[in-house]
């Protein structure tokens, strides 16, 4: 699909260990390097430094050169960066969306210039797409339900929502409420208040929780989305003397996370292997530059379309299984986790 101008041809054998895709002999340029941008919406999730710098690594590995664009939490950027990228000829744009619904029309413009478009851990609302690739956002949320029924079987739960521009947000909200829903309606679960964290920002979640515990409400549990949200209840908590006692959730396992999980002030949060998921997607670029077709192990509809899903598992991590997921993967090093920990606590 996206074949490459030839200059001086050379016979490549592609492998066959990408995504089990079948051999086949192309006529590349010798010096015709691929090129993938690689356009993400904000660093101010650690976890997404790690996914641009494992799949930019993978993408080197393969023979490519990846071009990253920050577009700082705006639509309108990340339009006139894609843009920029359909001007320079890239081969295969990756992106972040800052906003599910405001780049049908770009992503329209990329391929019909021949441009290869995954769609990385966010899906794209209603555009031809060639990849999605992500976790199961719905197992996430029921992850984090899970536990907390567990450890709260009843009483009052607050609900801190991700980002309303975020797909991702609404997966995550219906596999949280796919469980919590039968304790809803027997009674045992009252849910006392709820929001949507614009921007996933901690200050947002900060404020929510605070202004509940002044309105004299009692809280038991709350469902945050990400680890940035839960920091953000977490903080409101400790100001009142709440920390540790109101089971809190998260996603992202960033660092701060874990060690509050160990210390014991949030109580879980989801593992999600992101070297599985940035190599993957590399991997699937290159391909798609080289005018193969990834295998995807599911599908998904984005409204208009349904999009091939290339589909990853997460992991609940608690205190209890910190060692056996964090620690072995080498996700965070022990020392950094478990800082404020004596070793004969550990």
């Not at 949320?141 to 536990?147: E, H, T």
């Not at 409101?236 to 509050?260: H, K, P």
Request: glycine share 6%.
């Amino acid at each position: 699909m996206f074949w490459m101008r030839i200059k001086i041809t050379v016979a490549v054998m592609l492998p066959l260990l990408l995504f089990g895709g079948c051999a086949d002999n192309r006529e590349l340029e010798q010096d015709d390097v691929i090129r993938i941008a690689f356009i993400t919406e904000t660093f101010v999730i650690e976890r997404w430094q790690r996914d641009r710098d494992i799949f930019v690594a993978r993408a080197k590995e393969l023979g490519a050169e990846v071009l990253v664009k920050h577009t700082f939490e705006d639509s309108e950027d990340q339009i006139r960066v894609i843009e920029e990228m359909i001007r320079q000829d890239v081969d295969v744009i990756v992106v972040i969306p800052h906003d599910k619904d405001a780049l049908t029309a770009v992503i329209r413009k990329a391929k019909d210039n021949g441009i290869g478009v995954i769609a990385y851990d966010r899906l794209i609302m209603n555009a031809d797409i060639d990849l999605y690739v992500s976790f199961d956002n719905f197992a996430v949320g029921s992850l984090m339900a899970q536990y907390l029924l567990r450890e709260v079987p009843s009483g009052k739960y607050v609900l801190i929502n991700g980002s309303p521009y975020d797909h991702n947000s609404f997966i995550l909200r219906e596999g949280y409420m796919s469980v919590l829903n039968p304790y809803i309606e027997s009674g045992d679960i009252e849910i006392i208040g709820e929001i949507w964290a614009e921007g996933w920002r901690a200050e947002k979640a900060y404020e929510f929780v605070n202004t509940l515990i002044a309105d004299g409400n009692e809280i038991n549990a709350i469902v945050a989305a990400n680890d940035l949200l839960a920091e953000g209840a977490i903080k409101a908590l400790s100001e009142n003397r709440l920390a540790g006692i109101v089971t809190v959730s998260g996603q992202d396992t960033e660092l701060a996370a874990c060690q509050r999980i160990v210390e014991g002030t949030q109580h879980m949060s989801v593992y999600k292997p992101i070297g599985v998921l940035a190599k993957g997607a590399a991997e699937a670029a290159v391909m798609l530059a080289k005018g193969e077709t990834p295998s995807a192990n599911y599908t998904i509809d984005n409204g208009t379309y349904v999009i091939p899903y290339l589909k990853f598992q997460p992991v609940a991590v608690t205190r209890h299984n910190m060692m056996d997921t964090i620690i072995r993967d080498g996700f965070h090093l022990l020392e950094d986790v478990y800082r404020n920990i004596p070793s004969e606590h550990r």
